[in-house]
């Protein structure tokens, strides 16, 4: 099975900058797109970004856009995410997860489409 390990969250002020890591391992090679999903408490978890393992294809939630940039490392089977002008309503449990389908437009950012999931890394951007 994919065993996923997120890193790289903490404490920013509005408008600073943190790089999320998503490291995999395990069964990677069936795979077929990896996302990343943020939950606040109290909310709904929900697709931020997505990225195909195949073509590099990359998707975006509209509150994200411009902000945020996905990325990823074959060599290192490494999936980041570049979060730049941080504000306090992106406060969240950001979880990386893998699909063994292929994401499009309308799929991507739902959750029964994702097989594994990592424990999550806390971002908080502070007023």
């Known amino acids: 099975q994919v065993q996923l390990v997120e890193s790289g969250g903490g404490l920013v002020q509005s408008g600073g900058s943190l790089r999320l890591s998503c490291a995999a391992s395990?069964?990677?090679?069936?795979?077929?797109?990896i996302g990343w999903f943020r939950q606040a408490p109290g909310k709904e978890r929900e697709g931020v970004s997505c990225?195909?393992?195949?073509?590099?294809?990359?998707y975006y939630a509209d509150s994200v856009k411009g902000r945020f940039t996905i990325s990823r490392d074959n060599a290192k089977n490494t999936v980041y995410l570049q979060m730049n002008s941080l504000k306090p309503e992106d406060t969240a449990v950001y979880y990386c997860?893998?699909?063994?389908?292929?994401?499009?437009?309308?799929?991507?950012?739902?959750?029964?489409?994702?097989?594994?999931w990592g424990q999550g890394t806390q971002v908080t951007v502070s007023s």
């Open positions: 997860a893998t699909a063994y389908r292929i994401p499009d437009g309308r799929t991507w950012s739902r959750k029964d489409e994702y097989d594994y």
């Open positions: 395990g069964f990677t090679l069936d795979y077929y797109g």
């Open positions: 990225i195909s393992s195949s073509t590099g294809r990359t």
